[in-house]
């Protein structure tokens, strides 16, 4: 498979933004007709390393090479004429225009001068054809499935480019039998001499598709390997950066939820197409730990919890009176609180200043007419700064003009104020320093020895391990197992990870095999 | 082409063809060239300026300088022709250089400023009503022989109607939009713009010059409104043709365009203008019913569409709301 | 520990406001004169707060507008539906009280409506708003039947041209409403939520805020200044004229709240500042009669004073400003700043 000439070849790639290092000193080599899966965790440097790749960003250092030619695209169009070409798993093509006006868009067929839209849906069905494509090409993109619109955005791509392909997260969206058949056309694709490099978070894609895989990891490589031979576990381990090895399992002791208060409970509660039903009830004070890969639908349970999404089915009762939220403000009047996982997008408001963002979920629900007076607000905001330690020189300083990790701090000292009975934190520690990282998880730890039931999603193994009293593994937007205090260690989520993402989880894990959800149901 | 695409269009084709039944059923003599050949010309200049608001709505924009840029045009041909003496021909040449300069600054000034095309064209809207005054103040008559020339070209349609000079330069230049926005990449770069500009930039579409591109020849289009309404009153006036932009707008919306832009047809903006004449026309052959129904009904069919243009975005979104990625 | 923190907002603008005054005053010597007679005062100043109050009036619901990242173009129509309605009740013999309450309803009632399309069908407010623009003078002409509905009830007219401590009534309305309208929202944490609201709508939503109501309520605001500009306006010609009531006063409106400091993508509002941006426009319309510019220059002043604040709050030249300073003399060979704004976004 891999040549001993590579198609494209990267070597001691490095990225910057601001100081920080995006992508540190990152070898790739991609070989003709090969299809390189690139796989890591958020804020690994997958889509910073594809951006250079395809001219979006520029390399501050390093050296690219395409067919043994040094290249240095300025932009996606001069990527393209270079024959790199690339398909977003979003921002893709235009759903307003018709097939073929997507295919030919910057280079439609002239005729007399003026457009010919013969021309163009001639040789749209001609090249779609290629695909096993037999749609309608005068028809808008929107009226076709995600699926068919993937398929036009490659076969652009290709017809692009024509040497190199970069496929960002493309079944990301699809189901069972799409996924089949954009393998079948990558497999010709392949079989033509493209090179195709293919992101992608779910494991068994990797492993029916793909040669080989590269592992990145904090914005460094961490291995390239062919597929064949490689355990699905190290698989795991060496995306998480865990060791292999056994390790002395949670100091916490088993926990007696049935003598600790039920602060909530969901029972049966999903929504289609983002998170199948699913059953948990949370105690007061412990912590749930919520473990699995990018897309295993962590964030949607928290989303149906909280009221942001409604689920389609199942119950939901808080101190043993049913509920339902149709939104945030309702989980919020039950003691409810949520640390979105996007900070900037969903948590800060950026131009108000630390004190108002800490007051603004309590002021929220204390309504507006009853407002907080500012010796209040200041006597709030003053004691969170101390407790949680915010670095920021003056409690009406803009939040924006804060690190990530005093900007979470205020986020979370913005549910505190509220007193919540029930927090939810979406990855608390993601991007931030490793001081506030620590204090973070000390004050999980705390929170939940006042009482506090907190719900924690985490990629960060050792951390679960570090408060999580269970944890509860998703996989594939489902639950697929939980793991009981007692016997949370890294290896063990991992292998529980790892279980669940094969679709036949075979008995092969030994004691860190999931156990199932059944029991939690009849509690 | 799909349904959901056509489906504004062939409603607002539906409305106007129940509409203008009804009109003859209970008018009989709204059935004739006349009362078409004077539909044509009386919406003539504001035809040709909703022709480029249409470019400027397709892109996601909006421009609500066309009935200052208008204004400003008659007044400038009228001091220009009179008090300066130009030729006729020359002082035309002018106008439409400047009006589509004055388009190309805005669309510049909206790309590279990065700010909302409503506040960009409202100061243009000051601008161009400001230099109008600037240049007189009072209603000034053009009298020149081109203008009589034009004003007495015709077509004689059966039944005695006119099809004036004005009527058919507006339908000659929605051929023309027609042709632009179908059949030319700029064409497609704008509808490219108005469904995704950050998909449309990754795709190659250059979109500095096509925002440029499309204030100017909105302005340019306005322009040539300006020389139709002048050659339809024979005299330019800097309060002439104010708020021309709303009735554009209304027009290209009832036309079935999406204002959230990237979806909709030039033909579409005719019929729209051909709507709200048909309404005005109405009204003047009841004789009782007064000019205001004519606001308030554009004002509800103005809301319906864009009600109905929320239920279709609702309703496509809803179907591919399962396989929403997270 | 406000007043000053207010002050300061606003300082900026009241320097322009002075410098004006004072060119004023360089164009015409009397510019500054008060004269008392007749229970009232008389004088150039006086004039430019009395002309400018319905442009003031409607500058503080649009300021809260503003603030929630929306706009109004409707403003300038239901004033002149309110005018109508106010006239045509008050020449059907309905009392002042009832006339002018029932008004204050209407304009309510279109600010509602305005805030439904925006809040619950997800318009965007520019368009919501628009089709209000263009029915509102349809609607009023229906009300007056198409006639300047002229009245003449003096305490409706008192509205208009009456006279309290010597001062315009109309001056007194924009000064008590603007106070009003600060003290609800500032005292009260409505002004806090709005500009949360405006700022990042979705974490506003997730921190609990009631996103809709608030919606509602800030375009209702708005509906209800623009009824009471209505009256004014109405009250001072005596009559209602539904083609020219409010004619582009939206436009006016919405620029006294940009020259008052106010930024159009929403968040920290300041009624204060709007409140001198719109004595500024005044000022400028007045010093323009003075100086003997024919009073259309007004349009093109406009016009460049939009371009030059446009280019202050351009996110692009924030970037550059930003840069500059960061970078000097280290210009060649660095990445654009918006190439850098994106990558920002990106990460």
């Known amino acids: 498979m891999a040549r001993s000439e590579p198609l494209l070849r990267a070597e001691g790639v490095t990225k910057e933004f601001f100081g920080v290092t995006a992508l540190s000193n990152v070898d790739f080599e991609l070989a003709a007709g090969e299809i390189h899966a690139l796989v890591g965790e958020n804020g690994a440097g997958k889509s910073t390393l594809i951006k250079i790749l395809t001219g979006a960003y520029r390399r501050d250092r390093g050296k690219i090479t395409l067919e043994g030619e040094p290249v240095d695209p300025a932009d996606v169009k001069d990527a393209q004429k270079l024959g790199i070409g690339t398909v977003y798993q979003e921002v893709n093509l235009l759903p307003n225009l018709t097939v073929a006006e997507n295919l030919f868009l910057g280079r439609e067929p002239k005729r007399f001068g003026l457009t010919s839209h013969r021309e163009a849906n001639r040789r749209s069905r001609e090249i779609l054809s290629q695909y096993g494509l037999d749609i309608d090409v005068t028809a808008v993109l929107a009226t076709y499935s995600v699926a068919v619109r993937q398929i036009v955005a490659i076969a652009r791509a290709v017809d692009l480019s024509g040497k190199v392909l970069i496929l960002d997260e493309p079944t990301a969206s699809l189901d069972a039998a799409e996924v089949t058949r954009l393998f079948a056309i990558l497999e010709g694709l392949k079989a033509r001499g493209l090179g195709i490099v293919f992101i992608t978070h779910f494991f068994d894609q990797v492993y029916r598709i793909a040669d080989r895989v590269t592992i990145l990891r904090n914005g460094q490589k961490v291995a390239t390997r062919p597929i064949e031979g490689l355990e699905r576990l190290e698989l795991v381990s060496m995306m998480l950066g865990r060791e292999l090895k056994e390790q002395e399992a949670h100091a916490a002791e088993p926990v007696d939820y049935s003598r600790k208060p039920v602060i909530a409970s969901f029972q049966g509660i999903g929504k289609r197409g983002r998170i199948a039903p699913f059953d948990l009830t949370m105690h007061a004070g412990e912590v749930v730990g919520v473990a699995g890969l990018l897309g295993s639908g962590r964030t949607e349970t928290a989303e149906l919890m909280f009221g942001i999404a409604q689920p389609d089915e199942g119950r939901i009762s808080v101190d043993g009176s049913p509920v339902s939220f149709s939104s945030p403000r309702e989980a919020i009047r039950h003691g409810f609180g949520f640390c979105p996982e996007d900070r900037k997008l969903d948590g800060i408001v950026e131009d108000l200043s630390v004190r108002e963002n800490v007051i603004l979920a309590l002021q929220a629900r204390r309504g507006w007419a009853k407002p907080l007076s500012r010796k209040e607000q200041e006597e709030i905001a003053d004691r969170y700064i101390a407790a949680l330690d915010i670095r920021t020189s003056d409690r009406e300083k803009p939040i924006k003009f804060l690190s990530g990790g005093n900007q979470q701090k205020v986020i979370l000292a913005r549910w505190l104020a509220t007193d919540p009975r029930l927090l939810i934190l979406d990855e608390p520690t993601r991007g931030i320093d490793v001081g506030a990282h620590a204090e973070i998880i000390r004050l999980i730890g705390e929170l939940r020895e006042r009482g506090m039931s907190l719900l924690v999603i985490s990629s960060e193994l050792e951390e679960l391990v570090a408060y999580a009293t269970r944890v509860r593994v998703l996989a594939d937007r489902r639950h697929t197992g939980e793991l009981e205090a007692g016997a949370i260690t890294p290896d063990t989520i991992m292998r529980a990870i790892a279980a669940g993402e094969d679709e036949t989880p075979g008995d092969r894990g030994g004691q860190g095999r999931a156990t199932e959800i059944m029991a939690e149901g009849a509690a | 082409m799909t349904s959901s695409r056509l489906f504004p269009l062939a409603t607002t084709f539906v409305i106007f063809l129940i509409a203008y039944g009804l009109c003859i059923a209970e008018f009989p003599n709204m059935l004739s060239t006349r009362v078409v050949g004077n539909l044509l010309t009386d919406n003539a200049f504001l035809g040709i300026a909703a022709v480029g608001m249409t470019f400027v709505i397709l892109s996601g924009g909006i421009d609500l300088s066309i009935g200052s840029v208008i204004a400003f045009t008659g007044v400038f041909l009228a001091v220009a022709m009179g008090d300066w003496g130009l030729p006729p021909v020359l002082a035309l040449v002018i106008v439409l250089v400047l009006t589509t300069a004055f388009g190309a600054v805005m669309g510049a000034m909206i790309h590279y400023l990065a700010m909302p095309p409503f506040i960009v064209t409202l100061a243009g809207m000051f601008f161009a009503r400001g230099m109008a005054f600037l240049l007189s103040i009072e209603s000034v008559p053009i009298r020149v022989e081109l203008y009589d020339t034009l004003q007495g070209l015709y077509f004689r349609m059966p039944g005695g109607g006119r099809l004036s000079f004005v009527g058919l330069s507006m339908l000659a230049v929605v051929l023309l939009g027609i042709l632009i926005a179908h059949f030319t990449s700029f064409g497609r770069n704008v509808y490219a713009i108005g469904g995704n500009r950050q998909s449309a930039e990754l795709m190659g579409v250059p979109i500095a010059r096509t925002t440029i591109l499309i204030y100017a020849l909105s302005s340019f289009l306005a322009g040539l409104a300006g020389i139709a309404f002048s050659l339809y009153t024979s005299a330019g006036y800097s309060l002439a043709a104010v708020g021309v932009e709303l009735d554009a707008i209304a027009a290209v919306v009832i036309g079935g365009t999406l204002l959230t832009g990237g979806s909709g047809y030039v033909a579409g903006t005719l019929l729209g203008i051909l709507i709200m004449g048909l309404i005005q026309t109405y009204i003047v052959f009841d004789g009782t019913l007064s000019s205001w129904w004519t606001k308030i009904v554009i004002g509800l069919l103005l809301f319906s569409f864009i009600a109905l243009q929320r239920g279709l975005v609702w309703l496509s979104a809803r179907r591919r709301g399962a396989a929403m990625p997270a | ?347």
Not at chain 3, 62 to 74: E, F, K, Q
Not at chain 3, 89 to 109: C, E, F, N, R, Y
Not at chain 3, 288 to 310: M, R, S
Request: aromatic share 6%; hydrophobic share 60%; with cysteine.
């Open chain 3, 1 to 347: 520990m406000t007043m000053p923190a207010t002050l300061k907002r606003v300082l900026p603008q009241l320097i322009a406001l002075l410098v004006i005054l004072a060119l004023n005053t360089a164009i015409a010597p009397g510019f500054l004169d008060i004269a008392y007679a007749n229970g009232r005062l008389y004088g150039s100043l006086i004039d430019i707060l009395n002309r400018g109050a319905p442009v003031a009036l409607l500058a503080i619901g649009m300021t809260l507008v503003i603030a929630t990242r929306g706009i109004d173009l409707s403003v300038g129509a239901v004033m002149a539906i309110c005018g109508a309605v106010a006239a045509a009740l008050i020449t059907s013999d309905h009392s002042l009280p009832a006339t002018i309450l029932m008004t204050l309803g209407v304009g309510i009632l279109c600010g509602l409506w305005n805030g439904a399309l925006v809040a619950f069908l997800g318009i965007q407010p520019i368009i919501a708003t628009l089709i209000l623009m263009v029915a509102g003078r349809g609607i009023a002409q229906l009300i007056t039947e198409g006639v300047i509905l002229t009245f003449n009830v003096p305490g409706l007219i008192f509205v208009g041209s009456g006279s309290v401590f010597g001062l315009p009534f109309p001056v007194i309305l924009w000064v008590v409403l603007g106070i009003a309208a600060t003290l609800i929202f500032r005292t009260t944490a409505l002004g806090l939520l709005v500009e949360a609201i405006g700022i990042n709508r979705r974490a506003s939503a997730l921190a609990g805020i009631g996103t809709s109501a608030l919606l509602l309520a800030v375009y209702a605001a708005s509906g209800l200044c623009a009824a009471v500009a209505g009256i004014v306006a109405a009250a001072d010609i005596r009559g209602a004229d539904a083609n020219n009531a409010g004619l582009w006063l939206e436009l006016d409106a919405i620029l006294a709240v940009v020259v008052g400091g106010n930024s159009l993508m929403g968040g920290r509002f300041s009624i204060a500042g709007s409140l001198i941006g719109a004595m500024i426009i005044q000022s400028v319309n007045t010093g323009i009669l003075l100086a003997g510019f024919p009073p259309e220059f007004n349009l093109v002043i406009k016009a460049a004073i939009i371009v030059v604040i446009l280019v202050v709050q351009s996110p692009a030249s924030h970037t550059l400003f930003a840069f500059v300073k960061n970078r000097p003399g280290r210009t060649i060979g660095a990445p654009t700043p918006a190439a850098k704004t994106k990558e920002e976004a990106a990460r």
